[in-house]
């Protein structure tokens, strides 16, 4: 399953990359979102890069500090979090999928009440990701992009994530 994520990935790529003559905008972008599993929830907020490299293709990358409560054992553990996805932009509604990478960044204390038992964990994690997003336009340099986005497993390991963000773009 994993291969045919990657190969339809670079499919797209070099579909993409067919068409880099066309328009050739790039976006900067604050972030911040909320999602949630089965039984943990997590936030993150960051910085986005948006490249267009046709009317309707392009990529976008970021680096994100993301944040999973885990009630069970009153902590908090904080990963960074960069994708890499390949976008289709259309007036109605865009759709991105793309790779998600998670590296472990250390843990705090909810509360003192109870001490985690040992917790195990992957310190680097990849997983697959889709979104569906509206771009908004304020003006023509000002871009806002309410999203919907899956992840189809959290750096747990133990079931896919859902959520909703808000990001405010910037047309270099």
């Given at each position: 399953m994993k291969s045919l994520i990657i190969r339809l990935i670079l499919m797209v790529f070099i579909f993409g990359l067919s068409n880099l003559n066309a328009q050739n905008k790039s976006k900067i972008g604050v972030l911040s979102a909320f999602e949630i599993n089965d039984y943990i929830s997590s936030y993150k907020y960051g910085l986005s890069f948006e490249k267009s490299i046709s009317n309707h293709w392009a990529y976008e990358t970021g680096i994100f500090a993301k944040n999973y409560v885990l009630p069970t054992v009153?902590?908090?553990?904080?990963?960074?979090?960069?994708?890499?996805?390949?976008?289709?932009?259309?007036?109605?509604?865009?759709?991105?999928?793309?790779?998600?990478?998670?590296?472990?960044?250390?843990?705090?204390?909810?509360?003192?009440?109870?001490?985690?038992?040992?917790?195990?964990?992957?310190?680097?994690?990849?997983?697959?990701?889709?979104?569906?997003?509206?771009?908004?336009?304020?003006?023509?340099?000002?871009?806002?992009?309410?999203?919907?986005?899956?992840?189809?497993?959290?750096?747990?390991?133990?079931?896919?994530?859902?959520?909703?963000?808000?990001?405010?773009?910037?047309?270099?």
């Open positions: 009153n902590i908090k553990e904080m990963y960074a979090n960069i994708p890499i996805y390949i976008k289709y932009n259309t007036k109605i509604v865009n759709v991105g999928i793309g790779l998600n990478s998670y590296y472990y960044l250390g843990w705090n204390y909810i509360s003192t009440l109870v001490e985690p038992s040992s917790v195990s964990l992957d310190i680097f994690k990849i997983s697959f990701m889709a979104k569906f997003s509206k771009d908004i336009e304020l003006n023509d340099k000002i871009t806002l992009e309410p999203e919907i986005i899956f992840d189809s497993s959290n750096p747990f390991g133990n079931s896919s994530e859902f959520g909703a963000g808000l990001k405010l773009k910037y047309t270099l």
